[in-house]
Nanobody, 123 residues
Framework: VQLQACGGGLVQAGGSLRLSCIASGRTFTGYAVGWFRQAPGKERDFVAALNWSGSSTSYADSVKGRFTISRDNAKTTVYLQMNSLKPEDTAVYYC????WGGGGNKESDYDYWGQGTLVTVSS
């Protein structure tokens, strides 16, 4: 499964961005999808996850109430809507897919990863 994350860019604090994760050649049917991020000099951290059916979501405490993970009806794209962005949200954002469908908060829960998209939030 090849994943492509896109939609990153430069935004001022308080602004919004929407990231997209697209699976090449297939849909996300039956798969969970997660978003992680890695800030400069730091480890990659969990951000949000959507389970295989789209019925359950989970978020890191640092983004709850500001970020929303969702999936389009065709199950070809998973989004991460990011509102009220803060400078500490600056990172490379990665999407990943969990073939077992659970959508956990650990990197080891996921089987395939996209290449990442850079989000920079200026103060």
């Amino acid at each position: 499964v090849q994943l492509q994350a896109c939609g990153g860019g430069l935004v001022q604090a308080g602004g919004s961005l929407r990231l997209s994760c697209i699976a090449s050649g297939r849909t996300f049917t039956g798969y969970a999808v997660g978003w992680f991020r890695q800030a400069p000099g730091k480890e990659r951290d969990f951000v949000a996850a959507l389970n295989w059916s789209g019925s359950s979501t989970s978020y890191a405490d640092s983004v709850k109430g500001r970020f929303t993970i969702s999936r389009d009806n065709a199950k070809t794209t998973v989004y991460l809507q990011m509102n009220s962005l803060k400078p500490e949200d600056t990172a490379v954002y990665y999407c990943a897919t969990d073939l077992w469908g659970g959508g956990g908060n650990k990197e080891s829960d996921y089987d395939y990863w996209g290449q990442g998209t850079l989000v920079t939030v200026s103060s």
